[in-house]
């Protein structure tokens, strides 16, 4: 349904409508064949050339905000088309492993550091019963590698 939302968007848009930007037929476009096959996951991902946006999405991009450069025409008298976006300005259409990379990291640091001390520990620290590391709570040492320095929980952030 998104697909079809934001074709709308576009065709709201319709920047090129004075018919200066050259028009391309199905599978005419410049690198239309390499594109066709990194879509059925046959060729590598072209780095240049023209792609629609769901071709884009399908090969992991987006067009990033760039407007789309020109357009693709198909069916009876053309009634068909899609914008046509350059591949070179594409970007990768979102890092869903960075994201929940941080997400889970941060909610493993909540409960991995100790409130007291501010070390972050590789384990689960027992802050329910406790509220601190076991060195902060009766001076059992912790072991150093057990932990990482206090600032380290923003290496991942940063
Ligand atoms: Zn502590």
Redesign the pocket.
Known sequence: MTDHDEDKEQVDVDLYDDGSVPEFGFRQAPGAAAVFAAVRGTGPIPTAGLATRRQLRAMGLSPGGHPPVTRITWGKQGRRWAWLYAIELAVPKRIPTLAQELALDKAMAARQT??????RYYTV?PLKTLG??????DGTP?DPSSYSAPLATHQLAA
């Open positions: 100790c409130p007291l001390c501010k070390r620290l601190s590391c076991l060195e902060c709570h912790a």
